[in-house]
């Protein structure tokens, strides 16, 4: 790959070029859409209280 990025692509394909390469080389599919997590989203806050819950019925 000569290219790391190609901005004149639209935006989430051109910047996201050796991704899109990676993941097509595990089999991903390439429509696939990527997404950044981040620590503001409360994605960390959902897990805790899915793993709250797992030990709470755990204990019934």
């Not at 390439?30 to 755990?58: D, I, R, T």
Request: net charge positive.
């Amino acid at each position: 790959m000569d290219l790391k990025c190609d901005l004149t692509l639209p935006r989430g394909v051109g910047e996201k070029m050796i991704i899109r390469q990676v993941l097509a080389s595990l089999g991903a599919p390439h429509n696939a859409p990527k997404q950044a997590m981040q620590f503001g989203s409360g994605f960390v806050k959902m897990q805790n209280n899915k793993a709250l819950k797992v030990n709470w019925l755990s204990r019934l």
